[in-house]
């Protein structure tokens, strides 16, 4: 993947700037998704896949794999999670989805940090109280 992304990249004469700007993918992650080793979470792959116009089965080298096939390379305990997640994300608003969008992203991106996981697994237990 990491190759296919720097030619995908080089072939296209673009920056990295460019990229991050077009993408919404940082600069540096994208350098670290160019770099060997770096196997990728979700929501980048999936953004760099769409940004370039490629499948993601292509660029994880399975010529027919798609997101479930992705989903199934991660550790099996987060199946369960993954899974549950995207029963919750279904059932938000439209707006409400971009909101959660915009969030994670600022995570991935290092611009916020995750919550606690202590307190807010108790918080989210406790129906937010």
Request: charged share 30%; aromatic share 6%.
């Amino acid at each position: 993947m990491n190759a296919k992304l720097k030619k995908l990249r080089d072939d296209r004469h673009l920056s990295r700037e460019v990229v991050a700007a077009e993408s919404g993918v940082s600069k540096e992650t994208i350098k670290n998704a160019e770099a060997p080793g770096w196997s990728g979470t979700l929501d980048i792959v999936l953004k760099l896949a769409a940004y370039y116009g490629v499948k993601v089965g292509w660029l994880v080298g399975e010529e027919e794999a798609s997101v479930a096939t992705f989903i199934r390379s991660q550790p099996a305990d987060r199946h369960m999670m993954i899974g549950r997640i995207t029963v919750h994300l279904c059932q938000l608003t439209d707006s409400d989805l971009s909101r959660v969008e915009g969030y994670i992203d600022r995570m991935a991106e290092g611009e916020i940090s995750p919550p606690a996981e202590e307190e807010d697994g108790k918080k989210y237990m406790d129906g937010g109280a």
